[in-house]
Each structure stands twice: as structure tokens, then as C-alpha cells.
């Protein structure tokens, strides 16, 4: 998988078209392969779940063992940073 073609936002077919015509506005199929970009009802809202559960878990595990840095890290950054003497 190549990260140009995703970061120009062009079809995961063909890497040719853009996917999009507007901001918030997506075409519905590829004007050069043909691929369809809507999936059926739900496809992504239905999905939200199932990345919530899987982010959800490994952030209960490594909070404990993160937690100690996070605290320092942020202290140096608010000593040297923001608040130098």
C-alpha cells in the first residue's frame, strides 16, 4: 500500500482520480475504473464500534504504565516551556 495515493486522497483502485468534488461532498464512483465508493447503510458508523473497542482496551493497559512519563513530560514542558524561571 503506497501512502501518496491516500494522501492525495485518489481512488484505492486505480490511484488515478480524486475521490473527492468538494469538501465534505465524495463522488460516487471512480470517473476512470468504475469503482463504487459508497458502501452499504451503516458500513462506517458500524464500524465506529468495533475501532472504539480496539483503541479502547490498549489504552486501559498502557495508561498505568505511561502514566508516570506523561506527568514528567509535562512538567518539563510546563518548567522549561511556559513558565521558565
Excluded: N
Amino acid at each position: 500500500m503506497k501512502i501518496g495515493p491516500i494522501l492525495g486522497k485518489k481512488c484505492p483502485r486505480c490511484e488515478k482520480v480524486g475521490m473527492f468534488s468538494g469538501w465534505f461532498r465524495m463522488h460516487e464512483t471512480c470517473h476512470e475504473c468504475g469503482f463504487k465508493y459508497e458502501r452499504e447503510e451503516g458500513y462506517f458508523t458500524d464500524a465506529f464500534w468495533y475501532i472504539y473497542l480496539a483503541a479502547l482496551i490498549p489504552s486501559i493497559i498502557i495508561s498505568p504504565l505511561v502514566f508516570q512519563y506523561s506527568r514528567v513530560v509535562w512538567l518539563y514542558m510546563d518548567f522549561k516551556i511556559f513558565h521558565p524561571e
